[in-house]
């Protein structure tokens, strides 16, 4: 995770992993903390807003099949 600059989530996945990244400053355990660092971007249909900080979301263009 030192070198890693950007993470791609889904927006199941980003609601998971969420939980972890916003308690990592509590419980400042070292994945957590690294998860808090790199941008994340996200890809949804249904998500309107983000609550963790460093997170561009995308959901305008996402082709539906």
């Known amino acids: 995770m030192d070198q890693v600059d950007?993470?791609?989530?889904?927006?199941?996945?980003?609601?998971?992993?969420?939980?972890?990244?916003?308690?990592?400053?509590?419980?400042?355990?070292?994945?957590?903390?690294?998860m808090n660092e790199p941008i994340r971007i996200v890809f949804s249909k249904t998500l309107e807003k983000v609550k963790w900080k460093n997170v561009i979301l995308i959901y305008n263009n996402i082709k539906k099949n």
Do not use: N
Not at 8 to 14: M, V
Not at 22 to 34: C, F, N, P, Q, R
């Open 6 to 34: 950007i993470l791609l989530f889904g927006r199941i996945t980003y609601e998971l992993i969420q939980v972890i990244g916003l308690t990592a400053i509590a419980d400042d355990s070292v994945i957590e903390i690294k």
